[in-house]
């Protein structure tokens, strides 16, 4: 999936992980809103660490 985000846009998630529900929660009753970052290596996308 590729997707492009511009500032201000609409991102749908799937929020499932307690932690980030509860951000997602805080985010909204504060009005702060949140970060995206994309993570093209390591682990945390399915692949090895590279060094």
Known sequence: MH???F???PLPLRIFEQ???DMVR???KDE???GICLI???S???G???Q
Do not use: M, Q
């Open 3 to 5: 997707t492009v985000l």
């Open 7 to 9: 500032p201000g846009g």
């Open 19 to 21: 932690r980030y529900i």
């Open 26 to 28: 805080d985010a909204i």
């Open 32 to 34: 702060s809103g949140i």
């Open 40 to 42: 093209s290596d390591g």
């Open 44 to 46: 945390e996308v399915g």
């Open 48 to 50: 090895a660490d590279s």
